[in-house]
Every structure is written in structure tokens, then in C-alpha cells.
């Protein structure tokens, strides 16, 4: 069993991943971020994204993929008390 984590939505409805770009900018609309510029700017990947958007209790996407398809799928909003 290979198992596969990625930092990248997926679409339920066409079973299909969504790119790295796609869900960068996607967390960028709902966080109100603007972290896309340093991820196309080589300064950030999306799982340093991700991570932020995790400690900062934003938004962000996990698929875990068994062999290529994906065996789970979060999206998590952290909620914080502030």
C-alpha cells in the first residue's frame, strides 16, 4: 500500500484533483491571503502554505491518495478563540 499525502483540493463531483495553483488561490479567496505571489515566486510550497493556514486556523485542504486514488479527504477550518 503507497500512501500519498497532498496539499491540494479534489473535486467530489469529477473525482478529479484540483492543481496546486487552483487551490492556492481558492485558500487565498476565503482566507483573505495573499500567499499565492510567494508560491509562484519559489519563496513558499503549499504544504509551508498549508501549514500556515493551519497555525493561523485558515482554511486548507488535505488528500490523502492510496495508490493515485484518494482513500480520504479533509478540508479543515480551524476555529480560534480571538
Request: glycine share 4%; no cysteine.
Amino acid at each position: 500500500m503507497n500512501m500519498e499525502i497532498m496539499y491540494q483540493g479534489y473535486n467530489v463531483w469529477s473525482g478529479k484533483r484540483q492543481t496546486v495553483s487552483d487551490t492556492i488561490e481558492y485558500w487565498d479567496t476565503v482566507n483573505k491571503t495573499r500567499l499565492f505571489k510567494k508560491f509562484q515566486k519559489g519563496q513558499m510550497t503549499i504544504e509551508e502554505i498549508a501549514r500556515k493556514n493551519h497555525e493561523d486556523g485558515f482554511l486548507y485542504e488535505v488528500t490523502v491518495l492510496e495508490e493515485d486514488t484518494p482513500n480520504v479527504f479533509y478540508r479543515l477550518i480551524i476555529k480560534t478563540n480571538s
